[in-house]
């Protein structure tokens, strides 16, 4: 069955089926919430939120028009402003990661050293996504995680595909920007250590 023919047969009674358009796109939609939450270091909430994006796409499926937008578009719209909301909800209620009880574990096979430099450039790129704004942000995540084509993400953001290229190459540019310093200060690490100085 299509999602039309699901989306159909659900809404003249047969809300069973809904069980089967949530396995078509719980790893898609889990995933792209877990990274729009990851770059806000909330991605323990990213179960809670995508349960919370499929209880409201069923509770508003009445309304969903096909000739607006693909199911698939719905309902990454919803799961982004859900995250939006919580992320608004959260925005004061930031514990730092000392407080939050989250103790970052290296794999046994991974020196201390290259851990913690690995875990510095995670948290790093993390940093400099989160300081993008919103748009940017979303639009880099679907690109770049979620590997939705252009159309999707405008679709989504309710933006043109230039405009959503657009954003894209502001997001990448402020992220490199962002990097740059912290990169360029490593390389002149090396080059000291390499001539001895």
Not at 33 to 44: A, D, F, I, P, R
Not at 125 to 136: C, M, T
Request: net charge negative; hydrophobic share 40%; aromatic share 10%.
């Amino acid at each position: 069955m299509t999602d039309s023919q699901l989306i159909m047969e659900i809404k003249q009674g047969n809300v069973e089926l809904y069980s089967e358009l949530m396995r078509r796109y719980q790893r898609k939609i889990m995933a792209f919430v877990y990274h729009m939450l990851k770059s806000s270091g909330m991605e323990l909430m990213a179960e809670d939120i995508c349960s919370e994006t499929f209880y409201k796409a069923f509770r508003s499926l009445h309304s969903f028009r096909e000739v607006d937008a693909s199911f698939s578009t719905w309902l990454y719209t919803i799961a982004r402003n859900t995250v939006l909301s919580e992320l608004r909800k959260q925005r004061g209620a930031n514990l730092p990661l000392e407080e939050s009880g989250i103790i970052p574990i290296a794999p046994p096979e991974v020196a201390p050293e290259q851990a913690i430099l690995r875990n510095e450039k995670v948290r790093m790129v993390r940093e400099a996504i989160n300081n993008l704004p919103e748009k940017q942000r979303s639009a880099l995540i679907l690109r770049e995680y979620d590997q939705l084509d252009y159309q999707e993400i405008a679709d989504i953001l309710g933006q043109s595909v230039s405009s959503v290229k657009s954003l894209l190459f502001r997001a990448r540019s402020s992220v490199k920007l962002q990097l740059e310093p912290y990169f360029a200060e490593q390389v002149f690490e090396g080059i000291e250590w390499m001539t001895g100085r």
